[in-house]
């Protein structure tokens, strides 16, 4: 079955930097967009970034909500099942619960990780 288990989460000081990972399994990994969401405490879930799948490889292929566009970079390695969240020049605005997605005929979750940033 699918399984998206994340972790690279903590607490870091505003203007510090996070490197989230997502390892999935149970699916061919490199034939499916992936996505991080993330969600604040009292707010709805909202889409962070995407990757596309490996026919959809570059640049052109991620994309990102502007409130992290310039400061989060969205990766992933096909040879380890695995999609990463660089998070740069955070601020404490981006504390949240955040969590990894991929869509395959419907939604699919892993558990989250928290994310906390605070001086």
């Known amino acids: 079955q699918v399984q998206l288990v994340e972790s690279g989460g903590g607490l870091v000081h505003p203007g510090g930097s996070l490197r989230l990972s997502c390892a999935a399994s149970?699916?061919?990994?490199?034939?499916?967009?992936m996505k991080w969401y993330r969600q604040a405490p009292g707010k709805e879930r909202e889409w962070v970034a995407g990757?596309?799948?490996?026919?959809?490889?570059?640049?052109?292929?991620?994309t990102y909500a502007d409130s992290v566009k310039g400061r989060f970079t969205i990766s992933r390695d096909n040879a380890k099942n695995t999609i990463y969240l660089q998070m740069n020049s955070l601020k404490p605005e981006d504390t949240a619960v955040y969590y990894c997605?991929?869509?395959?005929?419907?939604?699919?979750w892993g558990q989250g990780i928290q994310v906390t940033v605070s001086s």
């Open positions: 997605n991929t869509y395959i005929y419907k939604n699919y």
């Open positions: 149970g699916f061919s990994f490199s034939n499916y967009a």
């Open positions: 990757i596309g799948d490996v026919a959809r490889a570059g640049d052109r292929a991620r």
